[in-house]
């Protein structure tokens, strides 16, 4: 039996499946999540996989789109899950495409966490918004901020800070040092948020940005504490939910 974990995000769909064989893929949300959901499941189908043979647990802000999910599950609950597999005792900072939470975990359950507000800025959005301001991928992004001087962005708003760099623009600042105040711009406010909460000593990044050990250190650096992004952290709340999809279809079976 296969294990599928979807986790339906607002720029990408991550998926995971586990069993008969571990695999993991990705596909872009696109403007619907129905639309998403119907190419993942011909992407399952194509890789051999037996849906109506495998137990699904859907998560994300699309769940509610899979319509041959056996069980929709919290961001939160799964992101957990994906990380206290390995580390029973951590914190997870996710940095998302439209939100950014702190999720505290003891004992492989989670006691606490945190979400952003509803403004963009500190999410991936803000960054994808920005690098595509300064003509740039978002990995060259954060590639041209190592080498840059800050230079402060302080509005909270995303137009409003995007209105700041095409100032920086327009007065012939270097592309590196706007890169390199978008990124820290963004850390200071994800390390804000995380910092509200009692960080554990291990702190995992978990998201599509959590590749880039940069951002990592970033982060790290304003929290006074080591910041490591997860390995398949982009998966983590795809993966949480396979776990937690295994962990139901045994309840199910006792039943």
């Given at each position: 039996m296969n294990y599928i974990g979807i986790d339906i995000g607002s720029t990408a769909a991550k998926i995971a499946v586990i069993g008969d064989e571990n695999f993991f893929f990705v596909l872009p949300t696109g403007w619907s999540s129905i639309e998403t959901t119907k190419q993942i499941r011909k992407e399952l189908e194509n890789r051999g996989v037996d849906i109506e043979k495998s137990y699904t647990v859907s998560t994300g802000y699309g769940r509610a789109a899979v319509d041959f999910a056996n069980k929709e599950i919290t961001e939160i609950t799964c992101h957990a899950a994906g990380c206290a597999d390995t580390t029973p005792n951590c914190t997870v900072i996710d940095v998302g495409g439209q939100d950014t939470k702190t999720i505290l975990i003891d004992g492989g359950m989670v006691s606490d966490f945190l979400m952003n507000d509803k403004c963009s800025a500190g999410t991936g959005k803000f960054i994808e918004v920005m690098a595509n301001r300064l003509g740039l991928e978002i990995d060259d992004l954060f590639h041209l901020a190592e080498t840059g001087q800050v230079l402060p962005i302080s509005s909270l708003c995303t137009v409003f800070a995007e209105s700041e760099i095409i100032n920086y623009i327009g007065a012939g600042k270097k592309r590196e040092d706007i890169a390199a105040g978008v990124i820290d711009s963004v850390a200071a406010k994800v390390s804000t948020l995380a910092g509200r909460l009692p960080l554990s000593d291990t702190i995992w990044l978990t998201g599509g940005l959590s590749h880039i050990d940069f951002f990592a250190e970033q982060i790290g650096n304003k929290l006074g504490k080591k910041v490591v992004g997860k390995e398949h952290g982009k998966f983590a709340g795809a993966y949480g939910a396979a776990l937690?999809?295994?962990?139901?279809?045994?309840?199910?079976?006792?039943?």
């Open positions: 937690l999809a295994k962990k139901n279809a045994a309840k199910e079976a006792i039943k």
